[in-house]
């Protein structure tokens, strides 16, 4: 029974701090107030598993088209999203890994209802975790 109770104890101890994605989908993307028939997207990463703080945002806007990334928690894990686009395999990145308040955001050009898909994980030492996947429209 203690050898349980320390495996239990060390993965626990493993597991604190670490940041989780919040994965209800109908809640990642809406149409766009300022872009008729755009829809922007998002994936918000949360410390501890609580939706109560939030350690990062990966986001798409479709006005403007613009692709964002944005470290709002000092944990350890930046952001990194990414909109990839039909035509021609297009994509365009960004990586938020300053730490809590580091952002980085890129405009980029899309056709005009352009289905893009939008991938947004944590980021470690160049490593990609908790990755999650939405399409948005441009």
């Known amino acids: 029974m203690s050898v349980v109770t320390a495996s239990a104890v060390a993965l626990f101890g493993a597991m604190s701090g670490v940041s989780y994605a919040w994965t209800q989908p109908l809640s990642l993307c809406d149409g766009s107030a300022d872009d008729a028939g ?31 990334a944005k470290d709002s928690h000092a944990d350890g894990f930046g952001v990194y999203a990414q909109a990839t686009w039909a035509a021609g395999g297009q994509s365009g990145e960004v990586r938020a890994t300053g730490g809590s308040g580091g952002t980085k955001s890129v405009n980029l050009s899309f056709p005009e209802g352009a289905k893009i898909t939008l991938k947004v994980c944590q980021t470690d030492n160049g490593g990609l975790y908790n990755c999650l996947s939405v399409t948005a429209t441009a």
């Open 38 to 68: 755009g829809v922007d997207c998002h994936v918000r990463f949360y410390t501890d598993n609580s939706y109560l703080e939030e350690a990062g945002i990966g986001y798409f806007t479709a006005y403007g088209e613009q692709l964002t």
